[in-house]
């Protein structure tokens, strides 16, 4: 059976951190060098378009043999699941960081228990976009873990240090809350069991810099009470520009009968936006006994109107004059001319 192999990136959400604030799984890590000043967790980089960077990576191996990387440069984005820090891989398309920066090598043998310094060079276009661009310098392992065999799976991993590329220009720190719903999960008997919601929404990055966004939570029932209102935990960090993360919060004790209305508004440094949803909240007993009655309504209204028009039709019959039939007989029996 053909092999699936799977990338796994050392550098989803937060990396461990060593005593050089390195990115780190244990085998290897890789971080930038130490300057005279201190020492730096990840590259904090800044330059115009057109403007050209010089800096130096470490690869570092914890093991007691001889390790060879693939060492690449690559754009970051969001995960689609939670939000966390993530990079492309070496075969996806690449358009900022990962197009722009290049290691003097491209593969390093590091030997055990020892180290790697590499330069690479960044080159921003003269045509760069202004605002932040997230990246990584990554050390991938380009061996195929394939376990005990068991499965068709295949495993490879990758260590990487994160960019912070800011390109000069106008910064414009903008989010949105988008698509917001809410989807009831009633007890089937009312004040029997326990009623949840769950309320989905998509958080936005619709700015050119990256945000560590909050949201705000509040939801209101009938002649406007409110129901619920608190701050949202389960929010990324590093919301990057232009990245969309499709995030749910469980909502527990929501109402089993009521109307009303759920409200989110996330904020960032100088942005605020908000979006809401209306819900209806019914048992499902009810909602079954309310549609059974719904039904059987409008098959009566349907007999009751069919019912008058016939009525309506035999009495226009009736109320037609006595003559009328006659002279149309009339008529219609003469004989043409000759």
């Known amino acids: 059976m053909r092999k699936l192999y799977v990338l796994l990136l050392g550098l989803l959400a937060s990396l461990l951190a060593a005593p050089a604030h390195a990115a780190d799984n244990g085998s290897w890590s890789v971080y930038p060098i130490s300057t005279k000043v201190a020492t730096r967790p990840y590259f904090y980089l800044s330059a115009d378009p057109g403007q050209t ?6 690869v570092a191996n914890k093991t007691g043999k001889p390790l060879t990387f693939r060492l690449y440069a690559a754009d970051a984005y969001n995960t689609a699941r939670d939000g966390g820090f993530a990079v492309r891989t070496l075969k996806e398309k690449q358009r900022g960081v990962g197009v722009w920066a290049k290691p003097a090598k491209a593969r390093v043998k590091v030997p055990a228990h020892g180290k790697v310094t590499v330069p690479f060079t960044l080159r921003v276009p003269e045509g760069a976009e202004p ?4 990246g990584a310098l990554v050390a991938l392992d380009e061996r195929i873990d394939r376990g005990d065999g068991s ?50 929404y998509t958080l936005h990055n619709t700015g050119n810099v990256t945000l560590d966004p909050k949201v705000e939570l509040r939801a209101t029932g009938l002649f406007g009470r409110t129901l619920l209102a608190r701050d949202l935990a389960k929010i990324p960090s590093e919301l990057l520009p232009g990245q969309r993360v499709r ?4 909502w527990r004790g929501a109402p089993q ?34 549609a059974v009655v719904l039904v059987l309504g409008v098959v009566l209204l349907i007999r009751a109107r069919r019912a008058r ?23 219609s029996s003469q004989a043409p001319r000759r």
Do not use: C, M
Request: aromatic share 6%; glycine share 6%.
């Open 247 to 250: 995030l749910s919060e469980p």
């Open 151 to 200: 499965v068709a799976l295949g495993v490879q991993r990758a260590v990487a240090a994160r960019v912070y590329l800011r390109v000069g220009g106008p910064t414009l720190p903008a989010v949105a809350v988008e698509d917001v719903r809410v989807i009831h999960h009633q007890p089937l008997v009312p004040g029997f069991g326990d009623s949840t919601a769950t309320i989905s």
């Open 53 to 58: 960077i010089e800096d130096k990576v470490v």
């Open 309 to 331: 028009a016939a009525a309506r039709s035999v009495t226009s019959a009736n109320d037609a004059p006595a003559g009328e039939p006659r002279e149309a007989l009339r008529v």
């Open 257 to 290: 009968f009521d109307w009303g209305e759920v409200t989110l508004t996330a904020s960032a440094k100088d942005t605020r936006e908000s979006a809401s949803a209306s819900f209806f909240a019914l048992p499902w007993l009810l909602a079954a006994v309310l």
């Open 131 to 134: 605002g932040d661009h997230p």
